[in-house]
């Protein structure tokens, strides 16, 4: 199974700043997928990141405000542009590699 | 809309009995479905899935699920509760045409087993 590791784990960050957030797989994986999980809520798909194409955005995300980057078959970044306390959430990378995995998410608190 | 519904926010269960966490969904064509489990302060970890075949789904700590065509459920389902069973369980869904897509969860059901 895939390990996937992220950073940072948690972060507290004042409105109006952004945030980037990292994403490293132990093995190459052509799909991978942004989360975000709202307190007390499910999992929302943000986008789909596949390398060596552009990121595609589920309806509600923009590239403006969370611009991904995929360089590779095992990494990726999650930047939250200009942020707000709605951007309150954990944010998750997962992969897909026969299952689909997780990892541990970030925590950002927005005040 | 392809949606997955839990239709319990919480469900409560006394150790050594049998639980019971429902899922329903609804997508187009045949899916291939799944739970995962969220312990606190960690990320998700994946329990079992089903694709094909029978509809009893054997998975990870003695967790099993249902699928049920008719009615379009996964149910799962443990024999006998564990206090540390407790935590927030997802229903996933994944239209099996629809290779390149990502999982779709349902709200989540916390589970609480009582000693």
């Known amino acids: 199974s895939a390990v996937i590791s992220q950073k940072p784990s948690r972060d507290i960050c004042q409105r109006g700043t952004s945030l980037t957030i990292q994403c490293q797989v132990d093995?190459?994986?052509?799909?991978m997928f942004w989360y975000r999980q709202q307190p007390g809520q499910s999992l929302t798909l943000i986008a789909t990141a596949n390398q060596g194409s552009e990121a595609t955005y589920e309806s509600g995300f923009v590239i403006d405000k969370f611009p991904i980057s995929r360089p590779n078959l095992t990494f990726s970044t999650l930047t939250v542009s200009n942020m707000s306390p709605e951007d309150s959430s954990i944010y998750l990378c997962s992969v897909r590699d026969n299952e689909q995995f997780f990892g541990p998410g970030t925590r950002l608190t927005v005040l | 809309a392809q949606s997955v519904a839990q239709p319990e926010d919480q469900v409560n269960v006394a150790e050594g009995n049998p639980l019971t966490v429902k899922c329903t969904y609804s997508v187009s064509g045949n899916p291939y479905l799944f739970w995962y489990v969220q312990y606190p302060n960690r990320g998700l970890q994946f329990l079992l899935k089903y694709i094909t075949g029978d509809n009893l789904v054997k998975g990870s700590y003695g967790f099993e699920a249902e699928f049920n065509k008719s009615q379009t459920s996964f149910h799962l389902k443990k024999p006998s509760a564990l206090v540390s069973d407790s935590a927030l369980y997802f229903c996933a869904v994944r239209p099996l045409n629809q290779a390149g897509t990502a999982l779709i969860f349902g709200k989540g059901t916390t589970l609480s087993v009582s000693s």
């Open positions: 093995s190459q994986v052509t799909m």
